[in-house]
């Protein structure tokens, strides 16, 4: 998810420019940046000041820092987050799809509720199914 980052040229007191803040920037991005920092031995609120300077608004917390330190040193080699486990989002694969539309054939007064019991889904996915069909 790209977050909309200020854009503006700072200058220094000396007068030298800046650069400019990035306009975009992800969670990856910044993670990066992080690895980058992290395995030069930067220390966490150097880090964290440095982004703060690029990124502004958008950056990681300081707490989202010290836990990145803390797990690129468990071992985590990845900037991207790793599948949570759980349920997926929706049931709404092709094979409900298609056991939805031979119920329907079969009897096309059928309701939502009796689709949901008959393929033990949600009415939520059973209706997502039936409105997106046509």
Same mark, same amino acid.
């Given at each position: ?29 910044? &993670?990066? /940046? ?6 030069? *031995?930067?220390?966490?609120? !150097?880090?964290? =000041? %440095?982004?703060? +300077? ?35 989002? &929706?049931? /709404? ?6 056991? *939805?539309?031979?119920?329907? !054939?079969?009897? =096309? %007064?059928?309701? +939502? ?22």
């Amino acid at each position: 998810m790209a977050v909309r980052c200020r854009n503006a040229t700072r200058r220094r007191s000396s007068g030298v420019k800046m650069a400019a803040m990035l306009s975009t920037c992800t969670k990856e991005e910044q &993670r990066s /940046v992080f690895r980058f920092l992290n395995s030069e *031995v930067v220390k966490p609120i !150097e880090i964290h =000041r %440095r982004m703060k +300077v690029q990124y502004g608004d958008a950056c990681l917390s300081l707490q989202q820092v010290y836990e990145w330190t803390r797990k690129f040193m468990n071992g985590i080699s990845s900037e991207t987050d790793s599948p949570r486990p759980g349920q997926p989002h &929706r049931a /709404v694969t092709p094979e409900a799809i298609a056991a *939805v539309e031979a119920i329907v !054939e079969a009897n =096309r %007064r059928v309701t +939502v509720n009796e689709i949901a019991a008959l393929l033990d889904m949600s009415h939520g996915s059973a209706h997502h199914i039936v409105r997106d069909k046509k």
